[in-house]
């Protein structure tokens, strides 16, 4: 079993920054593909991005150029920087971890973020 404990959300006025962190129990071997995923009220989760072990990221159209994903396998940390926020990014975000050699995957608990307008 692997645990997420995601922090960083909070309230930001349109055009701010948060940077999310998410820490997991596991250690960087055991983990493969880590990744955030948002639901908005009243929507499906979505795949806001994804970073592998090598470090190769991906992220939704939505938020290419204002957000950021980096891995410190060190410190088996994934993080979201995100800038240039909008209302539309008000959402719960949840940090989502896949297990190496494993199509098994866990999910943190969230975390919610809130722009104002």
């Known amino acids: 079993q692997v645990q997420l404990v995601e922090s960083g959300g909070g309230l930001v006025q349109a055009g701010g920054s948060l940077r999310l962190s998410c820490v997991a129990s596991?250690?960087?071997?055991?983990?493969?593909?880590m990744g955030w995923y948002r639901q908005a009220p009243g929507k499906q989760r979505e795949l806001v991005a994804t970073?592998?072990?090598?470090?190769?990221?991906n992220y939704a159209d939505s938020v290419k150029g204002r957000f950021t994903i980096s891995r410190d396998n060190a410190k088996n940390t994934v993080y979201l920087q995100m800038n240039s926020l909008n209302p539309e990014d008000t959402a719960v975000y949840y940090c989502?971890?896949?297990?190496?050699?494993?199509?098994?995957?866990?999910w943190g608990q969230g975390t919610q973020v809130t722009v104002s307008s």
């Open positions: 989502k971890a896949d297990l190496y050699g494993s199509t098994r995957a866990f």
């Open positions: 970073v592998t072990r090598s470090g190769s990221t």
């Open positions: 596991a250690t960087f071997f055991s983990l493969n593909v």
